[in-house]
């Protein structure tokens, strides 16, 4: 059963959410909130495998909140909901530790393929640039070279040309060339599309590593 907390400054959407989860036989509300800080302490205590948080907080706030529930509730992945969000606010959630970008104006059925994903730890953002065919593991002409991937990984960190330049030992003109290669292999558009796909196989890899971690076994009692 995935357990899921909503912080939202309006009661009726806690009402709304709680009848489309009766509905649903595998996602149960284990609690909510209208206030930021209730629902902090909250989440810390409960511990829910998803806590699903309002943009309308502010991004300052919820990037804090995010970084602090990590430590606290390592076990709790963070959907931010959103009536509107900008492409460097979904990608400063992402950076902080969030696993879903959801938008208020999902149908119900996408809304519970959200909860579902991110309680399997896969990275959701709906409507942006991770539904698209071209992936950066999947070049469309000739593989990435080293040194353009250590480029894009670095990217994927919100690192910018100077800043990548001066950690590679390269001029910054030389990380336009590389960026220009890297888009046009993998038929990418921008440097926030790359970035998007580069955080995308980090979790992926992330996922695959804790599947691969065996139980350990008990210690036998004398």
Known sequence: MISLYLCDPQPIVHLGLRG?????DDVELAGYSAQL?????????IQPTVA?????????????MIGQLKQRCPETEV????????????FRALQAGALGILRKTASTEIM?????????????T???YFNRETQLTEPRSRPLTPRETEVAELVSKGMKNREIGEALGIATGTVKIHLMHIFEKTGI???FELALQGLRLATE?????????SPVEPVPVA
């Open 20 to 24: 489309v989860l009766e509905e649903c």
């Open 37 to 45: 800080s209730f629902g902090h302490a909250d989440i810390i205590g």
């Open 52 to 64: 699903v948080i309002d943009r309308s907080y502010g991004m300052h706030g919820l990037i804090e």
């Open 79 to 90: 959907i931010i909901w959103a009536s509107a969000i900008t492409d460097v606010e979904c």
């Open 112 to 124: 519970i393929d959200c909860f579902r994903s991110v309680a399997n730890r896969e990275l959701w």
């Open 126 to 128: 709906e409507n942006l």
């Open 189 to 191: 558009r921008d440097r």
């Open 205 to 213: 890899r992330d996922r695959k590593a804790v599947k691969r971690v």
